[in-house]
């Protein structure tokens, strides 16, 4: 999961519920907002995001698929 700098939890679709004193994940699918539900940390918040957003989004994972294919065939490039 990518940290991101716009928040205060570093993840997407993350946000700190000071009522329960949790890490809140959820998502917007379709114009509707989708409760993931509440995590002790920001990282396992992060994570349910993740999977959640790779079950809605098929263009999410071929995205996130492409990006690390991109990246090893550029390592291997580097290091030949």
Known sequence: TDLQ????SGYRGVFWNSQ???WHAKIKHHGKTIHIGFFDDAFQAGKAYERKADELFTHHKKAKGQALADAALIARH???
Not at 5 to 8: A, D, I, L, V
């Open 5 to 8: 700098s716009n928040n205060k």
């Open 78 to 80: 580097a290091s030949s």
């Open 20 to 22: 329960r004193s949790k």
